[in-house]
């Protein structure tokens, strides 16, 4: 669709999007191991450290001018931990650690794209957008099936489309 309504051509911002939700969708296709198939993974739990049966986590979403992360901490003695060693004897999980595993999830220039898409996008921009904000409530609500998330925070997709689209019109108001 991208291609017919750009006689062809894709933009870079497109096509980074379009890539990196097609590498999540392949998380669960394709089998490949990611930050997010070791925390479904119940070998990788350490059942002794967990609620209910489950892991006990906190999920951040943070967007900043170089992507959009979603990010999980492991609750230990009701603290999220940033950084865990691995074989932690009171960690949930046998060797997840954040600090150096990093965000769980990684769209680069989502906000650049979105600005873009509120400037001059087109009808394909927007559907991509759409499609990574329910993607991302998919994965949010596998993890929450899945795990025992104490805590969500952070804008979705939808959200950050909003402010992003506000901030916009507060600057042309501005400027007028």
């Known amino acids: 669709m991208k291609k017919s309504l750009n006689l062809g051509e894709v933009p870079h911002h497109f096509q980074i999007i379009a890539n990196k939700l097609l590498e999540l969708e392949g998380t669960f296709s394709d089998g490949f191991d990611s930050n997010i198939t070791y925390l479904l993974n119940k070998k990788n739990w350490n059942l002794t450290n967990c609620t209910d049966g489950k892991p006990p986590v906190i999920l951040k979403k943070h967007c900043h001018q170089y992507a959009f992360d979603l990010?999980?901490?492991?609750?230990?003695?009701?603290?999220?931990?940033?950084?865990?060693?691995?074989?932690?004897?009171?960690?949930?999980?046998?060797?997840y650690n954040p600090a150096s595993l990093g965000p769980v999830l990684s769209i680069p220039k989502l906000q650049d794209f979105i600005a873009i898409t509120i400037r001059c996008g087109d009808e394909a921009d927007i559907e991509l957008l759409k499609?990574?904000?329910?993607?991302?409530?998919?994965?949010?609500?596998?993890?929450?099936?899945?795990?025992q998330v104490i805590e969500s925070s952070g804008q979705s997709i939808q959200g950050l489309f909003l402010s992003v689209e506000q901030e916009i019109k507060d600057m042309k108001t501005m400027g007028a």
């Not at 901490?73 to 960690?91: G, L, R, T």
């Not at 499609?131 to 795990?147: D, K, P, R, T, V």
């Open 71 to 95: 990010h999980c901490f492991p609750v230990i003695n009701d603290e999220p931990q940033a950084q865990i060693k691995p074989f932690a004897a009171n960690s949930p999980f046998k060797e």
């Open 131 to 147: 499609y990574a904000h329910m993607l991302i409530e998919q994965l949010l609500q596998l993890l929450q099936a899945s795990l």
